[in-house]
Structures are given as C-alpha cells and as structure tokens.
C-alpha cells in the first residue's frame, strides 16, 4: 500500500499495463493528470483535435497489437473522442479512452455531476453503446483495479474500446494504493478453446469437401492466426478470400489468395465464394458490406463458422458448424486434426478452377499505361514499398481502390476505418501506427475529401516528430458519393463538389511538413522515393480525373456474384 | 407461422448503478423490443434480478440472450421457458364506481379474481390483483365495463418450477 494522489495511481497504474504513449488533449477537468507529464517516463503526444488523438490510438492498436490510450478533457473533449471511440468498436480494437469529469463532490456544489456544470457531458451515458464497457471511478482507491480491468476487457475476447471516466476530484484525491492483481468480473469469461466435437464435425466437412473456400476476416489478425491460416489453406488446397478487415491475414501473392470480397471485393473472390460446397469462414462478422444480399451469399455451401464472440453465431448468417473459439487456437486444432486424415496434395481441380478463374477475372494490366489511373498508382505503390511498410487509409474511393489493387502481405499491414467507414481516419491512424513502427514507412492512402477532416493532425506529425507519407488522390470532390450520385442519381451533383481545394503544397509547408506533387506515373514514383527517404512528414498530391469510378461493384441489393465493371 | 409469443428471460447482473442503463440500451441499439421488464434484489446481495419479456421470433431471442451475455455486468442470462415456471404480475386498477350498485358487482368480480380492494372513496375503488398476466387482462377487461381510472401494472417476474434455479454458488 503506497499513498499517493488518483492522478499519481493512474499514471502508475497505465505504466503497469506497458503503456509507453497517450494520444490526447489535455482541459481543465484532466489537469491533475497533464501535470504529471511534466516530469514522466510515459510520452504524450499532443494532438490537434481529440478525434485524430483516438484515431492515432486505435492506429497504434492497429499495427502493434497492444491496447492503444487516448485522454481528453471533460464535456467536448470527451464528445470529440465519440467517432474515434465507434471507430474502435465497429472494428474490434483495443482502445483505452481517458476522460476527465467535473467533480463528483466538493464544496463547489454547482460545480458537481448532474447540475450541468462548465464543460459536464454524461459520457458515460453517450458512450454506453459504443464501447465494450465503460467505467466511471467514484474514488481515487478504484483507479488501480478500474484500470487493470479496463485493458483486460479491451484486448481480451473480442477486443474493444473502453472508457473510463475520472472526476477531477477524484484525481486529486490521495489516498492508499493497493497495485496487486485484482481482476475479478464474474460477468465476463470470453471463451477460447474450441470444443472439440465441432472441431470434428469441421473437419469432417472440409475434407469431404470438393471446392472448400476460406473467408479469412479481422479476426485472424487479432488473434495472430496468420500462419495457422496459411497452414490450414495449403493442406486443403483451398483459396482464401479475406473480409475487408481481413485484408492482410494471408500473403495476397499467395497463389490461393481470392484477395477480399464484397461490394468492391474482388471479382474472382466474389465468383469463388458462390461456387464453394464448403465455406471455413475465421473471425468474420459476414457485414452487409461483405455478403451483399444474403440470399444468394454462398447460398449452395456448408458453412463452418470460428468467432470468438458467440453473438456473432446466427447474427447475420445460419451456419452448419459453428465455433466458439480464439481463431489461432481453431485453426491450429483444426489443423492437426485434418492432417491425420488429409494427405498434402499438389493440385485439385478445384485448385485448376481458381487458377482459370483468376486468369480470368484479374487479367494483368495491358501494357504500362503513363495515365494516373488508381489502379496503376495502387501498383506501383506496391512495388516501391517494402512488404512491412504499414499502409492506412481514408474513406471512399481511395479506401476501395487500395483494397482492390494494394497487395497486402502481412497481417497489421493495411489498417483501414472498415465497420464505421470514418473520412478522416487515415491520417491519424497513420500516425499512430508510426510511433508503433518507428522503423518502418507508413504510407496514408487519402482522398483530398476525407483528408482535409482530419488534416490538422500535421501539426501533430510535425512538431512530434512522427514522419509519414500522405498520398492524396485528388479529384476535388466527394468522390464515392459522387460515384453514388453518378450511377443512382442520374448524375446530378448535389452538394458533393468541394470547389476551392487547398493547394497541398503550400498546407503541407504552412505546417512545416514537405509537399510534392505528381502528375505523372513516373513523377508519382520519384515522389514516393523521395518521401521515403524523407525525415519529415510528406503530403504527395495526385491530381486524378474527377468522374472516375471505382469498379468492379455490387450494385446495393444485390448478391457478391453480381457485380459489375471489370477489374 | 414463427412462434411470436412473449418470451421470458431472467437475469442475474450486478447491483451497481448504470446497468439497468446498459442493458436498455441495449436494447434499444440492437432493435429488440421489451414489452416489461421487472428489476428488484435477491438473495445475494451484490446481485440483481431482472425479468424481461420480449416478443420475436426464435432467432431473435437467441441474440436477445446472447447480446446479453456480452454485457460485462450481466453475471448470467436464462431463458425460461414457459411450461417450466411459475410467472406473476401485480396490477393495482382505480376503478370509477360511483353507483353503489355498480360497487357490489366490481367487490363480487374482485372476489372471484381472488383480488383486494386496498382503497375505497365515494367516486372509486382501489383494488389489488396478482396473478398471470393473462389473468390481469381479463379481469381488466370486465373492469372496462365500469370505468378504469388509473392502472399501475408491475410487468411480470418469474422463477423456474422445482429445485432449478439461475442462481450462482459464489
């Protein structure tokens, strides 16, 4: 038992857990806090705006794998954390968000809890829906075992984001600490190892299956199933197509990766998918995004499903197997099992069916075109980065074309706003994926539109000195929606069209960053190479044509075999 | 035809404020419907018991239960099902009789529902009725003839028959 202020313990308390950085903005209402980063091993990095500093939280969660901490102030500091903090939940990331209170007691009594004091928001109340679990510490004695619980519920079972909420005078209280292991939740008991008789029955299917198909999802990034994944998909000879989240859970080089479905999946992902008799899907949700219509979603196949969270069973998809269970821990029993039955085989004709088809459906690209089209650009970018370079990006066309024609090789690798589909994410969550990374290139892959949300984050970027690469995809305009506008609308551009754009240039030098621009293939990779080897954050803008659509596409409504445009 | 009947769900969560928050919240994020819901102690001191009565069909009262489960301060779910307990509700109906011949038929319709009347005045009559809920609403359905003033409804609270139980050994 030490004694020492609320401030003190949660400092002490986050330093216990192994947090080495906190994204944040500091008020009024988390003073007592701030104060001890004058003097504190734990590096704060000052944001510009409290939703950039969740964002970069969730990015550093991204990339590292570790929980992710973000801080802001009482009232519209902790308001301006809500999308960062959807953002993790929609996306199952360990972020832990910080938030000052107004006093829960003190002789101030207008300036307490409930009588809407100066910059009082009930976040809990606000927060309640969109966050694994969230916490409001009544006494400065709660902080050690508030904390310790908070990050296991974040990184354990399905991860997610978890508040917790400090009033100021519970900051400054001081009292006794007690630091010992004190997690105790009767309530929650995540699940991990698979049962075995369904793990049976799973294997039972795969290996009578003829076409079994894997849809690898987020899933087995979290759990570190990467290679277990690898090691199921060769045995059984079967390809792998990823979810959107899944992108980066297997080599997308690898002859059996289909690349990512849904509605601007990959066509060969998309046609394989609804020819399989067998789907094994790992740590996927099935979101509307990624099934299209359900009627036609692998409708002829036996599903298996492995999630670790059992409301994910039946939620949007019936299933013949469903498994409860740690995705790594079912891949790898899975994988024994199957190994006693299955001889490794050297091809299949279903194996001479995905080979077709991708020969097909991806044709390689015909001749070296010197036009900034994105699906040259995405390519080329490939090729200049090397394969741990951390690729995040914005939301909309430029998030799409990265997740058709970006390769992703490692899992961690392609960090993107999937479930809440946030504009602005990018930029941030690049920075936070930096400090993770500090020795390895991360690159945001950005519309001019969503880049200008959360644009200010280079003031961040430049004065803590966490450099990266911004390549903006400049059409001028909301070029998704446009897109929408286009083909459902009849062309008529309502309110989509951004008019005067900053010259990205000049923004990037007015923060002290460095700006280039690329009109061409080839002055696009002198660009890159130069930002590479750049110390200080770079902001490349690519003007690209304002009408271009980002094809193949499920038209709403219809099923993932429907799609339209070439690849 | 799906089975659309009201289902009965009970739940242990902890006696702490803001879970009655979090679990209607829930609710209301995930589009389930409560038709009532019933919370008071139990045995166990730091424990709450909640009743919930949700109609749907099978698939949603499977995510219902589960959605649940995920609560980090819900201890345990149960569904309970119908054949298997015993289920009350209390309602306290303000009834308009100011004719003194109408009171004597409400006093012989309250003796048959095995009711009280808890309070009299010269315009009304207070009565107290426990029972199933479809018993209630028969005996609110006589009590229309008359006049209902005021109702007070508990929602209805349940427990398994026999020795099972939800309880948790600690």
């Known amino acids: 038992m030490t004694e020492m202020s609320g401030a003190k313990a949660l400092i002490e308390s986050l330093e216990k857990q192994k947090t080495e950085v906190i994204f944040g903005i500091l008020g009024g209402a988390v003073l007592p806090i701030y104060d001890l980063f004058y003097k504190s091993k734990l590096r704060h990095i000052l944001c510009r705006h409290e939703q950039g500093a969740a964002h970069a939280a969730d990015g550093y969660a991204r990339a590292s794998g570790k929980a992710g901490v973000c801080m802001a102030t009482s009232g519209p500091g902790a308001?301006?954390?809500?999308?960062?903090?959807?953002?993790?939940?929609?996306?199952?990331?360990?972020?832990?968000?910080?938030?000052?209170?107004?006093?829960?007691t003190g002789s101030n009594t207008s300036y307490v809890i409930g009588r809407d004091a100066f910059q009082e928001a009930d976040i809990i109340g606000i927060t309640t829906p969109i966050t694994k679990h969230n916490f409001q510490v009544r006494s400065a004695a709660e902080i050690p075992k508030t904390v310790q619980t908070a990050f296991y519920i974040a990184?354990?079972?399905?991860?997610?984001?978890?508040?917790?909420?400090?009033?100021?005078?519970?900051?400054?209280?001081?009292?006794?600490?007690?630091?010992s292991n004190g997690i105790q939740i009767r309530g929650y008991k995540p699940t991990s190892n698979p049962h075995p008789l369904q793990i049976r029955k799973a294997a039972e299917l795969l290996a009578e299956a003829e076409r079994p198909i894997i849809l690898a999802g987020g899933g087995v990034i979290t759990s570190n199933a990467s290679s277990e994944l690898l090691e199921v998909a060769e045995l059984l000879l079967a390809p792998v197509a990823t979810s959107f989240m899944g992108k980066g859970s297997f080599p997308e080089i690898n002859p059996l990766s289909l690349g990512s479905i849904g509605m601007h999946g990959n066509p060969v992902a998309n046609k394989l998918l609804c020819e399989a008799d067998v789907v094994l899907a790992v740590g996927t949700r099935f979101s509307d995004r990624s099934t299209g219509n359900l009627g036609s979603f692998c409708a002829p196949a036996k599903k298996i499903h492995?999630?670790?969270?059992?409301?994910?069973?039946?939620?949007?998809?019936?299933?013949?197997?469903?498994?409860?269970?740690?995705?790594?821990?079912?891949?790898?029993?899975?994988?024994?099992?199957?190994?006693?039955?299955?001889?490794?085989?050297?091809?299949?004709?279903?194996?001479?069916?995905?080979?077709?088809?991708?020969?097909?459906?991806?044709?390689p690209s015909k001749g070296e075109s010197k036009d900034l089209k994105p699906k040259a650009l995405m390519q080329e970018l490939r090729k200049l980065l090397p394969e741990n370079a951390i690729v995040?990006?914005?939301?909309?066309?430029?998030?799409?074309?990265?997740?058709?024609y970006f390769n992703a090789l490692k899992p961690r690798t392609f960090i993107s706003s999937g479930g809440l589909g946030t504009m602005g994410f990018g930029f941030p969550a690049s920075i936070g994926a930096k400090v993770a990374c500090p020795?390895?290139?991360?690159?945001?892959?950005?519309?001019?539109?969503?880049?200008?949300?959360?644009?200010?984050?280079?003031?961040?970027?430049?004065?803590?000195?966490?450099?990266?690469?911004?390549?903006v995809l400049n059409n001028s305009v909301l070029g998704m929606v446009a897109q929408w506008q286009r083909m459902f609308?009849?062309?008529?551009?309502?309110?989509?069209?951004?008019?005067?754009?900053?010259?990205?240039?000049?923004?990037?030098?007015?923060?002290?960053?460095?700006?280039?621009?690329?009109?061409?293939?080839?002055?696009?990779?002198?660009?890159?190479?130069?930002?590479?080897?750049?110390?200080?954050?770079t902001v490349i803008d690519v003007p690209i044509a304002l009408e271009e659509d980002v094809v193949p596409m499920v038209p709403p409504g219809c099923g993932i075999n429907e799609q339209i445009g070439d690849y | 035809m799906e089975n659309r009947r009201t289902k009965v769900i009970a739940a242990l969560v902890e006696n702490k404020p803001g879970v009655l928050h979090s679990i209607a919240n829930m609710f209301r994020r995930r589009d389930f419907n409560i038709e009532s819901i019933t919370v008071g102690p139990t045995e166990q001191e730091d424990l709450s018991r909640m009743t919930i009565t949700v109609k749907g069909d099978e698939k949603t009262l499977e995510q219902v239960v589960k959605q649940m489960n995920k609560l980090v301060d819900v201890v345990k779910v149960s569904r309970l099902e119908p054949e298997n307990i015993v289920t009350r509700e209390l309602a306290l109906i303000k009834v308009n009789v100011p004719d003194t011949r109408n009171r004597s038929d409400v006093i012989n319709c309250v003796e048959v529902f095995r009711g009280r009347v808890v309070d009299v005045s010269p315009e009304s009559l207070t009565i107290e009725i426990t029972g199933t809920p479809d018993k209630i609403d028969a005996f609110l359905n006589l009590m229309r003839i008359y006049g209902i003033m005021e109702l007070a409804r508990t929602g209805l609270t349940a427990l398994s028959r026999g020795v099972r139980s939800i309880r948790i050994e600690e």
Not at chain 1, 86 to 97: C, E, L, R
Not at chain 1, 489 to 515: C, H, M, N, T, W
């Open chain 1, 79 to 104: 308001t301006n954390l809500v999308t960062g903090i959807t953002n993790a939940y929609m996306d199952s990331s360990p972020v832990i968000a910080l938030t000052g209170q107004v006093p829960s």
């Open chain 1, 306 to 363: 492995i999630d670790i969270d059992t409301a994910e069973i039946g939620k949007n998809i019936d299933v013949d197997v469903p498994i409860v269970a740690d995705a790594k821990k079912a891949l790898k029993a899975l994988y024994e099992r199957l190994a006693k039955q299955l001889k490794k085989k050297k091809s299949s004709a279903w194996k001479k069916r995905v080979k077709e088809a991708k020969e097909q459906l991806n044709p």
């Open chain 1, 439 to 471: 020795d390895r290139p991360v690159v945001d892959i950005a519309g001019d539109g969503s880049f200008r949300m959360t644009e200010q984050e280079l003031g961040t970027s430049v004065t803590e000195d966490i450099p990266v690469i911004v390549i």
């Open chain 1, 489 to 537: 609308f009849k062309g008529r551009y309502a309110a989509v069209k951004l008019g005067s754009v900053p010259d990205f240039i000049k923004l990037a030098e007015a923060y002290g960053a460095q700006g280039l621009r690329a009109a061409s293939i080839t002055e696009f990779t002198k660009a890159v190479k130069i930002a590479l080897k750049s110390s200080v954050t």
């Open chain 1, 392 to 404: 995040t990006t914005e939301v909309g066309q430029n998030q799409m074309w990265a997740a058709l």
């Open chain 1, 155 to 179: 990184t354990t079972g399905r991860p997610g984001p978890v508040v917790i909420d400090i009033p100021k005078n519970v900051q400054t209280e001081v009292t006794d600490m007690d630091f």
